[in-house]
């Protein structure tokens, strides 16, 4: 089974509304990444959080962390029609060098 | 820089052919892995490599063969395809630091691969 499970699966919202995605993992990490998809298309890198930090921002996204509960959140605000995309979750274990993905989250957002 | 290539990008094989999924990168990263994505799911691992002559099986490696000659590429080899193969394939590069540092994974676009 995948490291990272996701949740919601799906998530519709109004643009300019806040999407809120999560991501649980099973082991302890080294860090954990969040990266995006658009429809048919590769992935792309948004931003790594660290095992030692707690929250990160870039721009209208923050991530947060919290290894006690083995957990992440990705935060996009003021959303826009353009932030239409699957996101997931990626975890590289801090005793093992491979990267895991999550299930990921389908995010609509209506115009 | 042509950052990461896949070849070829669209593939149609019958079941119990071969064949090698190329892939390329030009940024000296030492990490490169493979992943399939099936409709409508998230990336599974197939194999990973953090560096040449070094390859290790990821969540779904049967079916599957590595090797990694070069820093450069990383072909994957289906060995004898089956319908259960049918996915998209993507490959990825990042630099490989044990402080975790610097793991932004770059994708290759993907090869969408049909076993009939």
């Known amino acids: 089974s995948q490291q990272g499970e996701e949740d919601p699966q799906a998530l519709s919202i109004q643009e300019g509304e806040n999407a809120t995605m999560n991501c649980s993992y099973k082991?302890?990490?080294?860090?954990l990444q969040w990266y995006r998809q658009n429809s048919g298309r590769g992935l792309v890198h948004l931003i790594l959080?660290?095992?030692?930090?707690r929250e990160k921002h870039s721009g209208r996204l923050r991530v947060t962390l919290d290894t006690s509960k083995k957990s992440s959140s990705l935060l996009i605000t003021a959303s826009r029609a353009a932030d239409t995309a699957s996101y997931f979750c990626?975890?590289?274990?801090?005793?093992?060098?491979?990267?895991?993905f999550g299930s990921g989250t389908r995010l609509s957002i209506r115009p | 820089n042509a950052g990461v290539t896949q070849t070829p990008k669209f593939q149609v094989l019958k079941t119990g052919q071969s064949m090698t999924l190329q892939c390329a990168q030009d940024?000296?990263?030492?990490?490169m892995s493979w992943y399939r994505q099936d409709p409508g799911m998230g990336l599974r691992l197939i194999h990973y490599?953090?560096?040449?002559?070094?390859?290790d099986q990821g969540e779904v490696p049967n079916g599957y063969n590595v090797s990694r000659s070069t820093t450069e590429d990383f072909p994957l080899r289906l060995l004898s395809a089956a319908p259960s193969q049918t996915s998209v394939y993507f490959c990825?590069?990042?630099?490989?630091?044990?402080?975790?540092?610097?793991?932004?994974?770059?994708f290759g676009p993907g090869t969408r691969l049909t076993v009939l």
């Open positions: 990825a590069s990042s630099y490989f630091g044990l402080a975790g540092d610097s793991n932004e994974q770059f």
């Open positions: 990626a975890s590289r274990g801090s005793s093992a060098s491979k990267i895991i």
């Open positions: 082991t302890s990490i080294n860090n």
């Open positions: 959080i660290r095992s030692n930090e």
């Open positions: 940024m000296n990263h030492e990490y």
């Open positions: 490599s953090v560096g040449a002559g070094i390859t």
